[in-house]
């Protein structure tokens, strides 16, 4: 499994139900993402989060700003395993 990188942001959701709808959605788009557990650091509401490359922010948001489906928050990752809560 590949390590995220400070280029990588993790997407948190309300649910499993909103993680999976998100995922679909992101895939149809073309925008590169994976589901991975969600950081200890981050939450524990939901298992699932998914993982895009920063670089694609705004792409992930038009997609899926089209079918209202914006997550509960967004995170960069920083040194050593910290996270950074950004806008989405």
């Excluded at 969600?38 to 079918?67: H, N």
């Amino acid at each position: 499994m590949s390590r995220p990188s400070s280029e990588e942001m993790v997407l948190i959701f309300r649910g499993t139900h909103q993680v999976m709808s998100a995922e679909k959605h992101l895939k149809k788009g073309g925008v590169a993402m994976r589901l991975i557990p969600v950081p200890r650091r981050l939450t524990s509401d939901c298992g699932l989060a998914i993982r895009i490359p920063a670089g694609l922010q705004a792409k992930a948001r038009k997609v899926l700003s089209a079918v209202k489906l914006l997550p509960k928050s967004a995170h960069r990752l920083l040194n050593q395993g910290e996270y950074e809560t950004v806008p989405f």
